[in-house]
């Protein structure tokens, strides 16, 4: 029912920038909860940003001030926004949708790679 792609992953030098765009399908975005994760090699996966539906933001400690998490329910977008992107941040990037429309639900993009390198 619900399908989402991540885009605007790459290659990015330290103390670059990247925006990062997951489009959903779907008829639950609006009332979903979103979550940017991240999964670098030989790492758990960790939460990075996520955005509730009433616009409630939350960050992890290491990218707070630095990522901005955003929502445009009218694309069915959600978008984050990488500055002063440090070599720890290489990872791949996963979008979550999590709804308890039809069931408490949760659907993954296929992710998308950032590396930070020099």
């Known amino acids: 029912q619900v399908q989402l792609v991540e885009s605007g992953g790459g290659l990015v030098q330290p103390g670059g920038s990247l925006r990062l765009s997951c489009a959903a399908s779907?008829?639950?975005?609006?009332?979903?909860?979103l979550t940017w994760y991240r999964q670098a090699p030989g790492k758990e996966r960790e939460l990075v940003a996520s955005?509730?539906?009433?616009?409630?933001?939350n960050y992890a400690d290491s990218v707070k001030g630095r990522f901005t998490i955003s929502r445009v329910n009218s694309e069915k977008r959600v978008y984050l926004q990488m500055n002063t992107l440090k070599p720890d941040d290489t990872a791949v990037y996963f979008c979550?949708?999590?709804?308890?429309?039809?069931?408490?639900?949760?659907?993954w993009g296929q992710g998308t790679q950032v590396t930070v390198s020099s």
């Open positions: 979550n949708l999590a709804t308890t429309i039809g069931g408490n639900r949760d659907y």
């Open positions: 779907g008829s639950t975005f609006s009332l979903a909860r």
């Open positions: 955005i509730s539906s009433v616009y409630v933001t």
